[in-house]
C-alpha cells in the first residue's frame, strides 16, 4: 500500500499529519490481484486479437468474444466460490464484498479486450 499524508484537524483545532495508507491501483497490482492464470489467459486473447487483426480480420470479432466468455467464466467461478463461503461460514459483508471487487477484476478486464476488438472491427470494415 502506498502512504500517504494529508493534514487532519484534531479535538483542538490543531492541523497536523497523518499517514493514511491509500489503495494501489497500478496495473500489476490488478493483475496479480485478479488471478494470475485467468489474467495471463486473457492476456493471451489480448496478444490473439492483435495478431488476429494484423493478419486474419476475420478472426477479430471471435478473439473478443473469447475473451469476453472466458472473463465470464472467471467471474462467475469466484463468485460462486464467495457465495459457497459465504454460506458455510457467516461472516461481515464487508470480506465478501472484497472478493467480489477482486472477482470482478477479470470480467472488467475481458470487456476491455472485447471493445478493443470492436474498435478494431470498426477501424477495418471496408467503406461503401
Known amino acids: ?16 499529519p497523518e ?3 491509500m489503495p494501489d491501483w497500478s ?10 492464470v485467468g489474467m495471463i489467459l486473457l492476456s493471451l486473447f489480448l496478444i490473439a486479437l492483435l495478431l488476429a487483426a494484423w493478419k486474419a480480420p476475420n478472426w477479430v470479432k471471435e478473439t473478443g468474444l473469447g475473451a469476453l466468455v472466458l472473463s ?33 477484476i477479470p470480467f472488467l478486464y475481458g470487456l ?9 472491427r470498426v477501424i477495418q470494415k471496408p467503406r461503401a
Request: glycine share 12%; hydrophobic share 50%; proline share 0%.
Open 1 to 16: 500500500m502506498n502512504e500517504e499524508t494529508y493534514l487532519v484537524k484534531d479535538s483542538a483545532g490543531v492541523f497536523r
Open 19 to 21: 499517514a493514511f495508507d
Open 27 to 36: 496495473l500489476s497490482r490488478f493483475f496479480i490481484d485478479g488471478g494470475m
Open 72 to 104: 465470464a467464466i472467471l467471474a462467475g467461478k469466484d463468485i460462486f466460490r464467495i457465495c459457497e463461503l459465504y454460506e458455510r461460514f457467516g461472516g461481515e459483508a464487508s470480506l465478501y464484498f472484497g472478493g467480489l471487487r477482486l472477482a470482478l
Open 112 to 120: 476491455i479486450i472485447y471493445f478493443i476488438s470492436l474498435i478494431i
